[in-house]
């Protein structure tokens, strides 16, 4: 009988139809490889050649040097604009994007549900009506300027072959920028820079409410030793309250019952160990090698790629028909360079940490639905807002506004309350600080500043003829009956604010005598300006303190002396907690624990600096919080149980009660589990080495680099892990922490560090990091990143010219 079918041929049907799937599954990959590479490469910003750009007057060129650094050449500023939109959307619009929708709380509709709760935050404040509002009452010049860049951007976007890969991952399309779009990212930086104040404020309330006073004012000082104002000098610490006013070890003294004592492990970090600052000084033209002024300015703030900044160079003629050219940094979605120089003059910004918001508490009205106001009980107002989410169904979200603001909350008594920001009043957003392109003299600058609309800064200014001064920008509002620094109720008229400084009222100091100007976040003034600008929640003033040492310390300065103060990692802040930490491992304590010598030791060999190989940095620091922790948990207890969300790290002068405490070392004022302060501190001390250890690597793994690594990501890499080998930058451990000028932290530092004379910028340094380009496959993504992360001088001018695009007029 024959056999069914041929083996030979049977094998060879096989291996055909697996060589024709194999084909076949080798051309999808080809095919959808091949759709992602131009996909991936159609959303790469044009470089070379020309386009067109309907709008402008005359051809602009964007000469790009090897950082893709560009030099934006028109004939007139409306042009210049026009080109800069066109170029940040090329090259950062998914950045602008989410701006915008942060600030308008829409950011659910492009990512999903996730962002849902951050949209109700925002929302609350209707900033996209605000931002109508605000753009409705612009200068017709201004209005031209932000309708010409919103062209530039839809022109940019649409010029794109492709969308760029966020949306792809995303599964949307981009929608075109608005006039608004502008004004929301300016209403970004004020959620950003001033989103904590109402929190802080609520939190003093709720530690004058529950503790006896002196002990509130001991817990809440106006400032330590540390402090480093321009104007006046530190403030004296209240002292420690004595036994008659508050005792932990009296049995009738507040604390929790017995099982719900504090437990040190769930007590907060200290916000300031959290959040990074900003530094900047100036010194006159008589300290310069070179006769004229010169600034520094690092603006810190969270780390990410795109960096929050875009560098650019603008050149166009100025009225007199000479050269306006201005060097800096633009934040994309707006128009203008935030910091930089024009030639003539240069200007820089750190945040004021002023007192700008107030909690108003709303007395219920007889009626419901009513509160109560000056001119009698007033109905809310109820606005509906519909939240989209991607792949979700619409939430409606009902605001309750009132006189002064929107309903925020319900504080620890179940009292409504309103806030009153100046963020939600129609000066808050304006493109005044455009005018500094043209100011040649800080005398001219000064009324530019004051009138700008812009979260409130500590802006320095430096003239190419030697001048310096300070002064604040954004708008001031005039308090009366209150110092804002507590919730209050505001109803019966005796409480307010009254319209808003002008100009000639805004503090400024011009020229000091000691030729030297420096802000660090802390407070700068006292007496009448400090009642104006009031107290947000100002930083200690270590890091100010240490610039100004710095400066005072040397008679002559150019920029490389500059880069080297904002790189100064010196640990002058914790040299004394070193010296207690020496002190509390005695030789008795170490003998009866070999781990404490071991400590001791790497602690005595610190080097004095927030250096990577450094154990003994990273064991103080630690050894500070255990302590930290420990003194505060049980003082403010009575404050945590009134209200869960009492945060006593929020404070930020908290350094000053818990030195005096460990100095001091008052018994009624100790955890009644220790018998003395030695013992909370040698328990601190054998917290920090378990603390570091918890790995069980042994202790002299735990450097300082080893905590601090620095990771730079993109905002996907944290959702889908699987693409940061693409989209972000490398962990590395660098350096610096947030008491020092070297400001660096695992997420958060210098945005960018800047040193320039002004008529000098060809010496002029500037760092970023990251690089120009938000796009992964672009030569710019992470360009110029290396010199920002080893602090090598990286030129303020841009480089020879690498790639020219001319912008064409086309009718529309």
């Given amino acids: 009988m024959r056999p069914f079918g041929n083996p030979s041929q049977a094998r060879y049907r096989q291996r055909r139809w697996a060589l024709l799937v194999t084909l076949g599954l080798l051309a999808v990959l080809i095919g959808v490889g091949g759709w992602l590479y131009l996909r991936l490469h159609g959303s790469l910003a044009q470089l070379d050649g020309a386009a067109p750009l309907t709008g402008l007057s005359a051809p602009v060129t964007v000469e790009r040097d090897s950082l893709g650094i560009p030099t934006i050449r028109g004939e007139n500023r409306l042009d210049v604009a026009r080109a800069t939109g066109f170029i940040h959307a090329q090259e950062r619009f998914f950045q602008m994007d989410l701006l915008r929708r942060t600030a308008a709380?829409?950011?659910?509709?492009?990512?999903?549900?996730?962002?849902?709760?951050?949209?109700?935050?925002?929302?609350?404040?209707?900033?996209?009506?605000?931002?109508?509002?605000?753009?409705?009452?612009?200068?017709?010049?201004?209005?031209?300027?932000?309708?010409a860049y919103t062209a530039g951007v839809n022109a940019g976007l649409a010029a794109l072959s492709a969308p760029s890969f966020e949306y792809l991952l995303l599964r949307t399309a981009p929608k075109l920028w608005r006039p608004e779009d502008t004004a929301l990212v300016v209403y970004a930086m004020y959620l950003d820079l001033q989103n904590q104040q109402w929190l802080r404020e609520s939190a003093r309330g709720v530690l004058r409410d529950r503790l006896p006073p002196k002990l509130a004012a001991f817990l809440d000082p106006p400032g330590t030793e540390w402090d480093a104002p321009l104007q006046g000098e530190p403030f004296p610490p209240p002292p420690p309250p004595g036994p008659e006013v508050f005792d932990l070890r009296h049995p009738d003294s507040p604390r929790p019952p017995v099982g719900e004592e504090p437990k040190v492990t769930e007590f907060s970090t200290p916000s300031d160990e959290m959040v990074s600052g900003s530094n900047n000084w100036a010194v006159a033209g008589r300290l310069t090698t070179h006769g004229g002024a010169l600034l520094a300015n690092d603006m810190h703030l969270a780390l990410r790629l795109p960096n929050i900044w875009y560098r650019a160079t603008f050149v166009y003629p100025d009225e007199r028909g000479g050269e306006r050219r201005i060097h800096g940094v633009t934040l994309p979605g707006a128009p203008a360079i935030v910091?930089?120089?024009?030639?003539?003059?240069?200007?820089?910004?750190?945040?004021?940490?002023?007192?700008?918001?107030?909690?108003?508490?709303?007395?219920?009205?007889?009626?419901?639905?009513?509160?109560?106001?000056?001119?009698?009980?007033?109905?809310?107002?109820?606005?509906?807002?519909?939240?989209?989410?991607?792949?979700?169904?619409?939430?409606?979200?009902?605001?309750?506004?009132?006189?002064?603001?929107?309903?925020?909350?319900?504080?620890?008594?179940?009292?409504?309350?309103?806030?009153?920001?100046?963020?939600?009043?129609?000066?808050?957003?304006?493109?005044?600080?455009?005018?500094?392109?043209?100011?040649?003299?800080?005398?001219?600058?000064l009324d530019i500043v004051n009138r700008a609309g812009a979260p409130a800064q500590n802006v320095l200014l430096a003239d190419a003829d030697g001048h310096i001064a300070w002064t604040l920008s954004g708008p001031i509002p005039r308090r009366f009956g209150h110092g804002g620094r507590?919730?209050?109720?505001?109803?019966?008229?005796?409480?307010?604010?009254?319209?808003?400084?002008?100009?000639?009222?805004?503090?400024?100091?011009?020229?000091?005598?000691?030729?030297?100007?420096?802000?660090?976040?802390?407070?700068?003034?006292?007496?009448?300006?400090?009642?104006?600008?009031?107290?947000?929640?100002?930083?200690?003033?270590?890091?100010?303190?240490?610039?100004?040492?710095?400066?005072?310390?040397?008679?002559?300065?150019?920029e490389q002396d500059f880069l080297t103060l904002q790189l100064d990692d010196r640990a002058l802040f914790l040299a004394r907690w070193r010296e207690l930490l020496l002190a509390t491992l005695t030789p008795d304590t170490t003998r009866a624990n070999p781990r404490r010598?071991?400590?001791?030791?790497?602690?005595?060999?610190?080097?004095?600096?927030?250096?990577?190989?450094?154990?003994?940095?990273?064991?103080?620091?630690?050894?500070?919080?255990?302590?930290?922790?420990?003194?505060?948990?049980?003082?403010?207890?009575?404050?945590?149980?009134?209200?869960?969300?009492?945060?006593?790290?929020?404070?930020?002068?908290?350094?000053?009660?818990?030195?005096?405490?460990?100095?001091?070392?008052?018994?009624?004022?100790?955890?009644?589990?220790?018998?003395?302060?030695?013992?909370?501190?040698?328990?601190?001390?054998?917290?920090?080495?378990?603390?570091?250890?918890?790995?069980?690597?042994?202790?002299?793994?735990?450097?300082?680099?080893?905590?601090?690594?620095v990771h730079i990501q993109h905002p996907f890499s944290r959702f889908l892990p699987w693409l940061s080998g693409w989209l972000d930058l490398p962990a590395q451990a660098l350096p610096g922490e947030l008491h020092m000028p070297r400001v660096q932290t695992s997420g958060s530092g210098a945005s960018e560090r800047l040193a320039v004379a002004p008529g000098r910028e060809r010496d002029g340094i500037l760092h970023l990091p990251g690089g120009q380009s938000g796009h992964p496959l672009s030569p710019f993504y992470r360009a110029g990143h290396a010199a920002w992360a080893t602090g090598e001088p990286s030129p303020l001018l841009p480089g020879p010219t690498a790639h020219r695009l001319r912008l064409e007029p086309r009718a529309p």
């Fill in 486 to 558: 507590l919730p209050s109720s505001w109803a019966d008229g005796r409480r307010g604010w009254s319209g808003w400084l002008e100009p000639a009222e805004y503090p400024r100091i011009v020229d000091p005598p000691g030729g030297r100007l420096w802000t660090a976040n802390g407070r700068v003034v006292d007496e009448a300006w400090l009642k104006q600008v009031g107290d947000g929640g100002y930083m200690l003033g270590a890091r100010a303190r240490q610039i100004r040492d710095g400066l005072l310390a040397r008679d002559r300065f150019d």
């Fill in 105 to 147: 709380g829409e950011l659910a509709a492009l990512v999903g549900a996730a962002a849902l709760n951050l949209d109700r935050a925002h929302r609350l404040h209707r900033f996209r009506q605000r931002a109508r509002q605000a753009l409705a009452a612009a200068l017709p010049v201004d209005q031209a300027l932000i309708v």
């Fill in 339 to 445: 910091a930089g120089s024009n030639g003539h003059l240069a200007w820089g910004h750190t945040n004021s940490e002023g007192d700008w918001a107030d909690l108003v508490i709303l007395e219920p009205g007889l009626e419901p639905g009513t509160y109560q106001t000056p001119e009698g009980p007033r109905p809310f107002t109820r606005l509906q807002e519909v939240l989209t989410a991607k792949d979700a169904p619409p939430e409606q979200l009902e605001i309750l506004e009132t006189l002064w603001g929107p309903v925020v909350d319900r504080d620890h008594q179940g009292r409504q309350r309103a806030l009153r920001w100046v963020a939600h009043d129609a000066r808050a957003v304006n493109l005044n600080l455009l005018a500094l392109e043209g100011a040649d003299t800080v005398n001219a600058a």
């Fill in 597 to 709: 010598e071991e400590l001791r030791h790497y602690v005595a060999d610190w080097g004095g600096r927030a250096a990577v190989d450094s154990v003994g940095y990273r064991a103080v620091r630690a050894f500070r919080l255990q302590v930290w922790k420990r003194a505060f948990a049980p003082l403010t207890a009575a404050c945590r149980q009134a209200d869960p969300r009492f945060d006593y790290s929020l404070l930020r002068q908290s350094e000053g009660p818990l030195w005096q405490l460990v100095s001091q070392r008052p018994p009624h004022l100790l955890d009644p589990r220790y018998p003395d302060w030695s013992a909370l501190l040698l328990d601190a001390a054998d917290a920090t080495l378990a603390e570091l250890t918890a790995d069980g690597r042994p202790l002299a793994a735990h450097t300082w680099g080893d905590y601090n690594q």
